[in-house]
T-cell receptor, first 118, second 116 residues
Framework: GAVVSQHPSWVICKSGTSVKIECRSL??????MFWYRQFPKQSLMLMAT?????????EQGVEKDKFLINHASLTLSTLTVTSAHPEDSSFYIC??????????????FGSGTQLSVL | AQKITQTQPGMFVQEKEAVTLDCTYD???????LFWYKQPSSGEMIFLIY??????QNATEGRYSLNFQKARKSANLVISASQLGDSAMYFC?????????????FGSGTRLSIRP
């Protein structure tokens, strides 16, 4: 089946530094990718919708200047957490849509990135 | 506004029994899609099943079936003959709208525990 690769799997960084997370669709072209954040034992909260070649659409309450999203190609989207602080520590997970129309949609997830900010 | 609700925070089921996980949704868009995902302790999200709003029949994938009741706006997941490996978090999700850019939101999840 389709595979989405997300790197790194985990990262520890100092407060104030920036961290980049990559999400790649390996065997299909993903016009849309989604970035979610998940706190322990909670649901996935949608942060933003990333469309290839255009600006990302951020959910209400998500700071676009802090969470920079770039979707430069049909197979790659990146999330950069700028000037990270301890409250940004979380599990970040991307997903890529293999759009086949309303009748047969597939959404594939990366393995997630555990970010810990010291 | 779209909303998806899972009212069962946790469930315990005996191995080999069938289990139903509840999911209700709300959207004003006539075109939408409903998903179920499984998340084991490893954190990965495993796709289980998908139902489009115009599908006439309930979706089935192996031991998984989706009980789609459009008038009630419910999309319950049924797992037949549960196995120990089914213990995990289960999330219901919805895409509202007919567009490759339509966003997908998740319910709060149900933690399923299978007893041997």
């Amino acid at each position: 089946g389709a595979v989405v690769s997300q790197h790194p799997s985990w990262v520890i960084c100092k407060s104030g530094t920036s961290v980049k997370i990559e999400c790649r669709s390996l065997d299909f072209q993903a016009t849309t990718m989604f970035w979610y954040r998940q706190f322990p034992k909670q649901s996935l909260m949608l942060m933003a919708t990333s469309n290839e070649g255009s600006k990302a659409t951020y959910e209400q309450g998500v700071e676009k200047d802090k969470f920079l999203i770039n979707h430069a190609s049909l197979t790659l989207s990146t999330l950069t957490v700028t000037s990270a602080h301890p409250e940004d520590s979380s599990f970040y997970i991307c997903s890529a849509r293999n759009w086949q129309g309303l009748a047969n949609e597939k959404l594939f997830f990366g393995s997630g990135t555990q970010l810990s900010v010291l | 506004a779209q909303k998806i609700t899972q009212t069962q925070p946790g469930m315990f089921v005996q191995e080999k029994e069938a289990v139903t996980l509840d999911c209700t949704y709300d959207t004003s868009d006539p075109s939408y899609g409903l998903f179920w995902y499984k998340q084991p302790s490893s954190g990965e999200m495993i796709f289980l099943i998908y139902q489009g709003s115009y599908d006439q029949q309930n979706a089935t994938e192996g031991r998984y079936s989706l009980n789609f009741q459009k008038a009630r706006k419910s999309a319950n997941l049924v797992i037949s003959a549960s196995q120990l490996g089914d213990s995990a978090m289960y999330f219901c999700a919805m895409r509202a709208g007919y567009s490759s850019a339509s966003k997908i939101i998740f319910g709060s999840g149900t933690r399923l525990s299978i007893r041997p």
